[in-house]
C-alpha cells in the first residue's frame, strides 16, 4: 500500500543501508538542472519512521538535488513499513534506471541474500531476473578490491574484470589491470594477455614472460596484444584473424610452442 504526499525536505533522512557507494557530483548537478526545469517526475520513495519523519527506501540522488536546489518541500511515495519491501523497492528502481553500478548492484542483492535467507533461485525470482545473471553479479564480490573499485568507477568493464580476475599472482595482476585502465583495451584484448598468463606458467617462464609495455602518455596511445605464436607485444591493428576449432586451436599451439622452444 502506498500514496503520494509533498512533505517537508527536512523531515526526510538518507536510508540507513543505501546501495549506492559514492554519488558522482556532475551527474548530480545535471539531475538538480533537470528538477528545475521540468519538476520531479518520479517522487523519492519513504517509509514512515515516526511522526512526520520518513527515511528514504529509493531515491537518494533525487533527495540531494532536491537539497541542492534549497527546496523546502519534497513529493514522496510513501509505503508500509516492511525491511523486505523496504530492501527490493531500493534495489529494484535502482537497477531498472540503470542507476548502480555493478558492483553496487552485487552488494544490494547480496543484502538481501543474506538477510532474507533466501536461495539463488528465490532471489533471482523476486529481482525479475535470471539465475545466471544473479551469480554472475554475486560472483563480482570474489574479485580483488582494487578491480571492484575499477568496475564501480567504470574505468574496465564487467568481462575485462573477470578475466583480470583468473590471474593469481598479484604482481602481475595489478601491472595488467594499469595497463588495461590507462588504454581502454577491449576485452578480447585483456583474454590475450591473461591467456598469455596462463602459457608462461605452463612452460614455467613466467619470471621472463612477456608483459604488454605501459603506454608513454606523450605518445598516441598503441593497444598491444601477444602473438599467439612468438609472444611479441604487437600492434592489434597488425593481428591477423584464423579462426579454427578449438582442438585444432590447442594442437596447432602446442606444435608451435614446442618449435619456438627448439
Known amino acids: 500500500k502506498m500514496r503520494i504526499d509533498e512533505v517537508s525536505l527536512d523531515s526526510v533522512s538518507p536510508p540507513a543501508n543505501a546501495n549506492r557507494m559514492e554519488m558522482d557530483q556532475t551527474d548530480l548537478e545535471t539531475l538538480a538542472r533537470s528538477i528545475e526545469q521540468i519538476g520531479l517526475i518520479n517522487p523519492v520513495t519513504v517509509v514512515c519512521v515516526g511522526e ?108 575485462a574484470a573477470r578475466e583480470l580476475g583468473k590471474v593469481d599472482d598479484e604482481r602481475h595482476r595489478r601491472y595488467l589491470h594499469e595497463y588495461v585502465r590507462n588504454t581502454g583495451a577491449s576485452t578480447s584484448i585483456v583474454r590475450a594477455w591473461v591467456n598469455e598468463f596462463e602459457a608462461q606458467k605452463t612452460r614455467g617462464d613466467f619470471e621472463d614472460g612477456q608483459q604488454p609495455p605501459l603506454p608513454d602518455f606523450s605518445q598516441p596511445i598503441v593497444i598491444l596484444v601477444p602473438c599467439a605464436f612468438c609472444d611479441a607485444a604487437t600492434d592489434h591493428r597488425q593481428t591477423q584473424l584464423l579462426r579454427v576449432c578449438t582442438p585444432c586451436y590447442r594442437e596447432y599451439m602446442t606444435t608451435q610452442k614446442a618449435s619456438c622452444d627448439d
Open 52 to 159: 512526520n519523519l520518513y527515511e528514504i527506501v529509493a531515491g537518494h540522488r533525487r533527495w540531494s538535488a532536491f537539497h541542492m536546489l534549497r527546496r523546502a518541500t519534497i513529493p514522496v511515495r510513501i509505503i508500509e513499513e516492511g525491511e523486505l519491501t523496504q530492501t527490493e523497492i531500493k534495489f529494484a528502481e535502482n537497477l531498472e534506471r540503470a542507476d548502480l553500478s555493478p558492483i553496487e548492484e552485487a552488494l544490494a542483492l547480496n543484502e538481501i541474500y543474506q538477510q532474507n535467507t533466501l536461495d539463488i533461485d528465490q532471489l533471482a525470482e523476486r529481482m525479475h531476473r535470471t539465475r545466471a545473471w544473479i551469480e554472475a553479479r554475486l560472483a563480482l564480490l570474489d574479485l580483488p578490491d582494487e578491480i571492484q573499485q575499477s568496475l564501480h568507477k567504470k574505468e574496465i568493464t564487467i568481462a
